[in-house]
């Protein structure tokens, strides 16, 4: 199977390796830093599932070098995907299928207008993980799940391709038939999770110890689910519990993509995750006010670089 990896960042990095110490066909298509970075320094993944490192990756900057693509897995931070979109149209040309593993869900949208229903498939990630100053990836959770299925019909046959594929990789892979229901409550838990992590810059561990604190990420969880059943995504109570109870659950030292982007002055997805809930509510007439509280509060980090 031939995969191709647009924005072979921490997850990119992470699951493209994996597919091809598994025996697959991938290719990274980066843009010019990053495929200097990779030439000189080599595609690594340092986790607690197994190290694995290699030297002849094939890295191309031109999506027309790409040669019978059947699936882009794409993992850019939700603010580089419109820059994104050229490359991904010259790959759907040429027949491939776009799976995005982006955090949220504004994206789905964007891609289908632009690049057409039948080609994008739903996809989503558990895995903690980031690039080093080497630009290796440093994966510290003991998940590393990559969950994708068809939103259409005529796509259940690529992801049981890709399901084959996953399964013999070093990775959790997942086949989901209600992909949209999986993305809504991903959504709920990251808005919670890398909201209150990245607004008072701690870890899980040390807000739990505040009580006050740690229930803003209830209050989160809360408003996502009434979001989510305002657009008819039956998110119910019992996944806002399960989603608690991971929250609860979460090692101590254990943060989000957000938090850790903010740590190093990176621009943070805000406006992607948390504004994009605030606009999906202001559509239907409604205020999430958490929400809103978090978004402000994170608002003067957003671009610090
Ligand atoms: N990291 C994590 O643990 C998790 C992340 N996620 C989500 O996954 C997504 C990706 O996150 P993450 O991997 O952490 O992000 P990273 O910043 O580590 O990686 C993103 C990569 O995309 C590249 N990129 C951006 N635009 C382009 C382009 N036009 N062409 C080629 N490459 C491009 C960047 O390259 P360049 O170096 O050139 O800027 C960068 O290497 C986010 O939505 C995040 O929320 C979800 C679950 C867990
Ligand atoms: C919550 C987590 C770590 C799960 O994968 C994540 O998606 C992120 O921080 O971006």
């Known amino acids: 199977m031939h995969i191709v990896v647009l924005g072979a960042g921490a997850l990119g990095g992470y699951f493209g ?22 030439k000189e320094q080599g595609a690594v993944i340092h986790s607690i599932h197994g190290d694995y490192e290699t030297h002849d990756a094939t890295i191309v900057t031109d999506p027309q070098q790409i040669e019978d693509p059947e699936v882009v897995l794409i993992s850019v931070k939700g603010y580089h995907l419109q820059g994104a979109m050229k490359q991904l149209r010259v790959l759907v040309n040429k027949g491939a299928y776009i799976l995005p593993v982006l955090n949220g869900i504004e994206h789905l949208a964007k891609l289908q ?8 498939l739903g996809g989503l990630s558990f895995i903690i993980a980031t690039l080093n100053d080497k630009g290796h990836v440093e994966h510290s959770s003991d998940f590393h799940e990559l969950i994708y299925g068809a939103l259409e019909p005529e796509q259940e046959a690529i992801c049981s391709k890709l399901d084959k594929l996953s399964n013999s990789a070093n ?3 997942k086949n989901s038939n209600n992909i949209l229901l999986e993305l809504w409550k991903k959504y709920m838990f990251i808005n919670a999770f890398s909201g209150v992590t990245a607004a008072v810059d701690l870890p899980i561990g040390m807000i739990r110890q505040h009580n006050e ?9 809360s408003e996502m689910k009434t979001l989510a059943n305002i657009y ?3 998110i119910t109570e019992q996944d806002v519990k399960e989603a608690w109870d991971k929250l609860n659950n979460l090692h101590d030292q254990a943060t989000s993509s957000m938090h850790q982007d903010r740590r190093k002055g990176l621009t943070l997805e805000l406006d992607h995750l948390h504004g ?23 608002q003067p980090f957003e671009n610090l670089t």
Do not use: C, W
């Open 113 to 120: 207008n632009e690049l057409g229903k039948a080609s994008i």
């Open 276 to 298: 994009g809930a605030l606009r999906l509510a202001g559509a239907k007439g409604i205020d999430l006010p958490y929400t809103r509280a978090v978004y402000g509060m994170l």
């Open 232 to 234: 008819d995504v039956p």
């Open 171 to 173: 990775m959790t892979g």
């Open 213 to 221: 604190t740690f229930h803003i990420m209830l209050h989160l969880l």
């Open 17 to 38: 390796l994996r597919f091809q110490e598994a025996g697959a066909k991938v290719t990274f298509l980066v843009r010019e830093q990053r495929a200097i970075q990779l």
